[in-house]
């Protein structure tokens, strides 16, 4: 009898990655963020009421909403990418068995490691660190070059590399239940939703809630950059606008009027998140 018989999916699938990593331990004070949209929908729930009510984060398997592709399902990218990436751990694994996606926050943003997935993000404990499986660049492009907490060599990688700001973060897969009373240590939303029903849905939850920065793009600056995205976003973006402004706050109202493409919305989206986000801090804390 083999002795994976006696490990779970998640012990086998972080002993195989961590024998593809190489490096020197990761900074303890580094933290893993999970961003998405708060104001959006699962099913005809709102995402934070349903995430007050399962009291877990959980991976697009179980949730089939996703702020990147939806491929997670049997024989679909996500699906083989995780099957790659993990030695087949999870392959007859059940879909709540599967890792949560998010970044490792190297860069101390304060909006998160990977804005481009949505606007609010949770900041997981040091804790679930040790939980973790790390690849770079996203596993979208089937990357060869991987990381554990004990096994860290992706920030070089990334530091060196000339990538688009949306686009420069270290995936993050984290292993085993994200339980908010336990691996949250706060969610962090963006000051549009202050006095919102995405505020009162937010103290609901079994963590702190906390503010940063902000999104905020005026349609003059968005026209600027035609060639991002494309035109066609341009003229969304400018037509969804509230006196001139995108946040996103009037993104989530334009996405819950069900008048809009989500997909043509989600590049609208990108580039509030890019164009419209504060700079990272100078130095680290």
Not at 119 to 129: C, G, I, P
Request: net charge negative; hydrophobic share 35%.
């Amino acid at each position: 009898m083999s002795a994976d018989t006696f490990t779970s999916p998640q012990e086998r699938a972080l002993r195989h990655v961590e024998t593809l990593s190489s490096g020197d331990p990761l900074d303890p004070r580094l933290r893993v963020t999970l961003n998405f949209h708060p104001d959006r929908l699962v099913g005809d729930r709102q995402i934070l009421l349903r995430l007050a009510d399962d009291g877990v984060y959980l991976s697009q398997f179980v949730t089939g909403t996703s702020n990147g592709g939806l491929t997670a399902h049997p024989d679909g990218d996500r699906w083989r990418w995780e099957s790659r990436i993990f030695g087949g751990a999870y392959d007859h694994a059940p879909a709540e068995a599967r890792p949560v996606y998010g970044a490792l926050n190297f860069r101390h943003k304060p909006i998160g490691a990977a804005p481009r997935f949505g606007s609010a993000h949770f900041r997981l404990t040091a804790e679930t660190l040790r939980r973790t499986t790390f690849c770079y660049p996203d596993s979208f492009f089937e990357p060869s070059a991987f990381g554990v907490a004990s096994r860290m060599a992706l920030i070089g990688l990334a530091e060196a590399d000339d990538q688009d700001l949306l686009d420069d973060y270290i995936e993050a897969q984290v292993h085993g239940p994200v339980r908010l009373d336990r691996d949250v240590e706060a969610l962090l939303l963006d000051p549009s939703y202050r006095g919102t029903a995405v505020e009162a849905a937010a103290r609901r939850l079994p963590c702190a809630v906390e503010w940063h920065s902000g999104f905020r793009l005026t349609t003059e600056h968005l026209r600027r950059h035609p060639n991002y995205r494309g035109q066609e976003y341009v003229a969304l973006g400018a037509e969804i606008a509230v006196d001139g402004l995108l946040d996103p706050r009037v993104i989530g109202d334009a996405a819950r009027t069900g008048r809009y493409d989500v997909q043509a919305l989600k590049k609208v989206w990108h580039y509030v998140a890019r164009f419209g986000s504060p700079p990272p801090p100078a130095g680290k804390p």
